[in-house]
């Protein structure tokens, strides 16, 4: 059950801002500071006493979509890719607050990126830190699970241009409340990690980026030492920015709504587990960018695939056994 439950562990996992990176600034960019689909298979329940690490690796392959998409003689639309690596550690000290587990999440992302013609940029560089604090409640022996955090993201990442939007890095702190609801139980994960990303102003031009909401579902079996099962995910922006003297008052009006569905597999090795999963975006569509040319939409929006892949082990923990069962980190 512990393996099972400790799925919670890697807290809100960061990660890319292929959205950003497409439009290189804040007007007409749609953004978020999370990639969709990271933390998928992350249920509610809390690890062990210990310090844990967990290595992620993605790869988002997509294009531009959307009425203000660009298109490219013949019709091609904007490629844009991302490669993802990310280090992360969580700590669990064993402090209980409110008949809750305590832990705190950080996770250092780098990115590499490019977007195609007729845009042509390559950025590549560390994103904005993560840190998170999460309090996990296991309601009695119904199975079900409560986790409520606070993650935020630290403008540590690579910033280049007037903007500070030249490259992967934001410059603005990012706020991500986050409530996840997990029953599990006789090898279920049935799991709703919904979260929000709430925008401080850009240092540099006052410009704030209106706020992101996310909501991730799994459902997946283990049998044995084998995880298997559907998972999807949301992603939409659901309030408006605010723009700023640097643009004269202009601002981007544009929204967006993602859909996408995929499957996961993982496999507990004893020492250390693995799991893969991948994601089709169904639907991605954008509207509302009339902020540039009047009677024009500008609106746009990514629409692709993604491939995940993340190791998971214990460093240390107080009571190790000498063949330790560890969780898996999905996040």
Do not use: C
Not at 157 to 180: M, Y
């Amino acid at each position: 059950m512990k393996k099972r439950n400790a799925a919670v562990a890697a807290g809100v996992l960061t990660l890319s801002t292929v959205a950003t990176v497409a439009n290189a600034f804040e007007f007409g960019s749609s953004g978020w500071a999370q990639k969709p689909g990271i933390v998928l298979g992350a249920a509610a329940a809390a690890p062990p006493p210990g310090l844990y690490g967990f290595d992620q690796m993605f790869t988002y392959q997509s294009k531009l979509v959307g009425p203000g998409a660009p298109v490219n003689p013949g019709g091609a639309a904007t490629g844009v890719k991302a490669d993802v690596f990310a280090q992360g550690l969580l700590w669990v000290p064993g402090w209980n607050f409110l008949g809750a587990s305590y832990n705190v999440v950080g996770v250092v992302p780098f990115i590499s990126a490019s977007v195609g013609p007729p845009i042509d940029i390559n950025p590549s560089g560390l994103h904005n830190m993560f840190l998170a604090n999460e309090l996990s409640w296991r309601l009695g022996d119904s199975g079900f699970f409560v986790k409520a955090g606070l993650g935020m993201y630290v403008p540590t990442g690579t910033l280049q241009g007037p903007a500070g939007l030249s490259n992967v890095g934001n410059p603005w702190w990012t706020f991500q409340p986050n409530l996840v609801v997990s029953y599990l139980k006789d090898g279920w994960n049935l799991t709703v990690n919904v979260f929000d990303e709430i925008n401080t102003a850009n240092s540099r031009t006052n410009y704030r980026s209106g706020d992101v909401l996310h909501a991730e579902f799994t459902a997946t079996k283990t049998i044995g030492k084998w995880t298997f099962g559907p998972v999807a995910y949301y992603a939409g922006q659901i309030t408006d920015d605010r723009s700023s003297a640097f643009y004269g008052g202009a601002i981007n009006v544009n929204r967006y709504n993602i859909w996408a569905a995929g499957g996961m597999v993982g496999y507990d090795f004893g020492p250390a587990s693995i799991s893969v999963w991948g994601t089709q975006e169904l639907s991605s569509t954008a509207s509302g960018g009339t902020a540039g040319p009047p009677g024009i939409d500008t609106a746009s929006i990514t629409k692709g695939f993604s491939v995940f892949a993340q190791l998971n082990y214990r460093i240390w923990a107080p009571d190790a056994p000498a063949s330790p069962a560890l969780p898996r980190f999905h996040k």
